[in-house]
């Protein structure tokens, strides 16, 4: 090797040296190509962390607050469609984009100077959240940041309402299916309605257990068993104006998913409380217009422990104590009427009420020994057997028309109806004069739940 040789090769050696070294010690910025030394930061307290939908409600944003010991401030706005903050690799958007973080005005920031790049990568175990990455602020700066802290996120509270139609029908004639029911599921979480589901059960059914074959009425028999195929029909598709929607769908990036025939819906229930799945649904692709194609992605959901959704009663509008020595019987007749907002009752003066408004009120007949209400369990038994401790059924009034016992009403408008109540339970207890009252009960069309708290004063 020559001189010049050795000197060359020296020469590209300190350089290669040089720039290895700067790659350890510096980050170089995506925009400007320029590099800079990052300052590292280990924010280990969890100032505030929130938690609000998007404007269009179809992602969740999370907001971030951490910080050291020092008061050096990290507030990121991660955008997720999970109702927990998943792990992943976040990247920056100026607009609401799954698993990015916002920058921009109102963005993501560092000592209140925005970020207008970098990726930060989540990671989470047992509530356990890390965070680590190296991001660039709008003044040229660059951080790496580490994190950790903790964050329970709780699962969203599910509810149904169940809307029974007898006997069920399908297609456009309206067949009926002999000895069944249509349940209309809707599940919610509170707010919003999350899915509708329409089974088709046995009149009467006790239980909603099973795997449902999702089928189009309008092409093929049904039977128990079956559910009714999801649609979306724009009427200009063949002319006409507006929109028709019905059958089975759920709410996914806050569109609904149409579930078409040849997939199989899964309910289990456990005493009234419900888990929904479906896994490898046909879906309605909105795009295909009238030929109604399916999408080529394969649908899936699951809805775990959705509770009956129940009726909150606030008003009392009549509490009295009957003695039943008077009919030759023994102890009393304890009858509590109480309304939901929105009911009022009046009494007319001959035994019943008249009512304004529109919503819902529940008739409770209790048998006592003594003309209080005591705390205790109290079981809905059909009149002919119920006895001392329990709740009487609903049943045919003895003499005029209407139902005596326990019932469920239903105020439109101002004009009532009621429905028998015919078992379940009726939990009762008291601290300091306030009761809390609990139904759970069944009635013609399904189960009831019904809860108060408040005062009661039996005339």
């Known amino acids: 090797m020559n001189i010049k040789t050795a000197l060359r090769l020296f020469g590209y050696l300190m350089f290669a040296s040089l720039v290895m070294t700067s790659c350890e010690k510096e980050a170089i910025d995506p925009l400007s190509g320029i590099y800079t030394p990052a300052t590292s930061y280990n924010l280990t307290t969890l100032s505030s962390q929130s938690k609000a939908k998007t404007s269009d409600g179809q992602y969740n944003i999370f907001s971030i607050n951490v910080t050291d010991d020092s008061g050096n401030d990290l507030n990121m706005k991660f955008i997720a469609s999970d109702y927990f903050l998943p792990a992943s690799d976040f990247t920056p958007s100026e607009t609401n984009v799954k698993n990015t973080y916002l920058i921009g005005t109102d963005g993501s920031t560092f000592d209140g100077t925005q970020i207008s790049n970098g990726t930060l990568s989540v990671a989470f175990e047992d509530s356990v959240y890390t965070m680590s990455g190296i991001l660039y602020l709008a003044d040229e700066s660059v951080i790496k940041v ?10 969203p509270q599910f509810a149904y309402t169940n809307t029974i139609t007898v006997p069920a029908t399908y297609g456009m004639a309206g067949t009926a299916i002999d000895g069944s029911q249509l349940n209309q599921l809707t599940v919610t979480n509170g707010t919003d309605t999350l899915a509708v589901f329409e089974l088709i059960t046995a009149e009467g059914a006790t239980s909603l257990s099973g795997d449902y074959n999702v089928l189009d009425g309008s092409g093929s028999t049904m039977a128990i068993g079956d559910a009714n195929s999801g649609y979306y029909v724009d009427m200009s598709w063949f002319g006409g104006e507006g929109v028709t929607t019905g059958g089975c769908y759920y709410i996914s990036n806050s569109e609904a998913q149409y579930i078409r025939a040849g997939s199989v819906i899964h309910v289990d229930d ?178 009831v739940k019904a809860t108060y708290s408040g005062a009661i004063t039996i005339q």
């Open 146 to 155: 580490s994190s950790q802290f903790t964050i329970v996120y709780e699962q």
């Open 270 to 447: 456990s005493n009234g409380t419900l888990t929904i799945s479906g896994s490898n649904l046909y879906i309605q692709d909105i795009s295909t217009g009238s030929s109604f194609g399916n999408k080529t992605e394969m649908g899936n959901f699951s809805y775990t422990d959705v509770s009956l959704k129940g009726l909150t009663v606030t008003n009392v509008f009549s509490a009295s104590a009957m003695d039943l020595s008077a009919y030759g019987g023994t102890g009393y007749d304890i009858t509590l009427k109480i309304s939901t907002d929105g009911v009022t009752a009046v009494s007319d003066g001959a035994g019943g009420f008249t009512f304004s408004g529109n919503g819902n009120y529940i008739s409770l007949d209790f048998l006592r020994d003594d003309a209080t209400l005591a705390a205790g369990t109290y079981n809905i038994v059909a009149n002919e057997s119920a006895s001392t401790g329990d709740c009487v059924a609903g049943y045919p009034a003895l003499y005029g028309d209407g139902l005596w016992g326990s019932v469920l009403g239903t105020v439109t408008d101002g004009t009532a109806s009621d429905m028998a109540i015919t078992g379940g339970t009726v939990e009762v207890s008291e601290t300091d004069g306030i009761y809390s009252i609990t139904v759970n009960a069944t009635i013609g069309s399904g189960r």
